[in-house]
């Protein structure tokens, strides 16, 4: 555990001194949200924080492999994340290109492609997975090829949809990836497994990046990850949870605490950890599609009828919306690994907890705190580009 905290400690401080860098080469190259009549921000912000992310992930993997632990975990852990890595920096650098020259939807959509072909060349897709009677559903390579691809694309684009708000994104994949890390640490811990797995290396790795982009891209923010990090983190998100199915034989991780079976087991995660951590946001744009069809509207048609508005109206400020929705994103990321690994009444007790907090701090706290109640009021705030418009304050552009 200790060398997974150092691993998350290098990728944030990398992450968080090469902003600046960042920073100046998107001014250099003019890689700059401009200000719009719209927007919340008052001066031109960078864009291009995804390479200052993609640098912290790096210098976390070459850290880990001369960490003891981590380096005597056998040679699967650091080459399925070399590919990762490769895989991320070729849609990091897709989205370095768009946040320069703008480019168009098609172009994006086949470095993601690409990229995901890298990664199913190299091993990592999906195979098998298992039945409850003890037997495996084995997919042919097309068909788990072709899984793999819509998984990983889907999750890319995912993030950037919902890159809506200063810190939004950044935050809600850096919970997922804390999620995710206590998953594969605590199940490969509950079935007597190596403790070093490609898995918990790259979301410990994925939840400093995204912790140590957060102080640059906080509100106010001071850079945007644009789509060279909106892709990187999306496509390492769902990659991470990917590399599980292939270190692991599907009777091996299937026990959870107190020799209880794991209710959700580790092979079928990838495939609801996009909708299960982003569920928050997608839920935004599912809503809004829906009230604009039902108006007779657009579905892209801009409102102020977003959740992060809502939250706004009740008297929260900017920044306090944002954190309830890093909350409601952690009880659902946190409350799936507790219950498909724990059962009984603490279990219940815990989620509960959890709920009551989160629920008591987003209805509760307006009331008893509005020390900015009257600048969140007038605070313009973006429609949101959950349904494919760039959100003023996030820097997001539309991959699909």
């Known amino acids: 555990m200790r060398e997974y905290l150092l691993v998350f400690l290098v ?20 890689a700059v949200a401009k200000v719009r009549d719209r927007d919340v921000h008052a001066e031109p912000i960078p864009y291009l924080g995804g390479i200052a992310m993609l640098g912290g992930l790096v210098a976390a993997y070459v850290v880990a492999r001369e960490l003891p632990f981590l380096s005597n975990g056998g040679p699967f852990v650091f080459v399925d994340a070399k590919y990762v890595l490769i895989a991320g920096a070729m849609v990091c650098g897709i989205g370095v290109l768009d946040d320069i020259f703008d480019l168009d939807a098609l172009t994006k959509f086949g470095g993601q492609v690409l990229a995901v072909g890298l990664l199913i060349y190299s091993g990592l897709q999906f195979n098998f997975f298992p039945r409850p009677d003890g037997y495996q559903f084995v997919l042919d390579p097309a068909q788990g090829a072709l899984l793999t691809l819509v ?28 999620a995710f890390f206590l998953f594969s640490y605590q199940l490969a811990n509950l079935n007597g497994a190596s403790l070093a797995t490609t898995a918990a290396l790259l979301s410990a790795s994925l939840a400093g990046a995204c912790t140590g982009f957060l102080a640059h891209n906080f509100h106010p923010a001071r850079l945007f990850m644009g789509d060279s990090g909106s892709m990187l983190i999306g496509l390492v998100l769902s990659t991470t949870a990917l590399t599980i199915t292939t270190q692991f034989r599907g009777n091996e991780l299937t026990q ?43 579905p892209f048609a801009p409102d102020k009828q977003h959740l992060h508005h809502r939250l706004l109206e009740i008297g929260h400020s900017h920044r306090r919306a944002v954190v309830i929705m890093w909350l409601w994103a952690a009880l659902i990321a946190f409350g799936t690994v507790l219950a498909s690994l724990y059962t009984g009444p603490r279990m219940w007790g815990a989620l509960g907890a959890m709920a009551t907090v989160t629920l008591l701090l987003t209805f509760i706290l307006p009331v008893v705190h509005r020390p900015q109640l009257l600048a969140d009021l007038v605070e313009p705030a973006d429609p949101g580009s959950a349904e494919g418009e760039p959100a003023a304050d996030s820097g997001a552009t539309e991959t699909l």
């Open 256 to 298: 959870g605490a107190d020799g209880s079976q794991a209710s959700l087991l580790p092979f079928l995660l990838p495939l609801a950890l996009p909708v299960l951590i982003l569920i928050v946001p997608l839920a935004d744009l599912v809503l809004a599609v829906v009230r604009r069809t039902r108006a007779g509207r657009s």
């Open 151 to 178: 998984v990983v694309v889907a999750t890319v684009n995912a993030v950037n949809f919902v890159d809506g708000l200063d810190g939004l994104a950044a935050g809600v994949v850096g919970v997922g990836a804390a």
């Open 11 to 30: 990728a944030a401080a990398v992450t968080y001194l090469l902003t600046v860098v960042a920073r100046e080469i998107a001014l250099r190259t003019g």
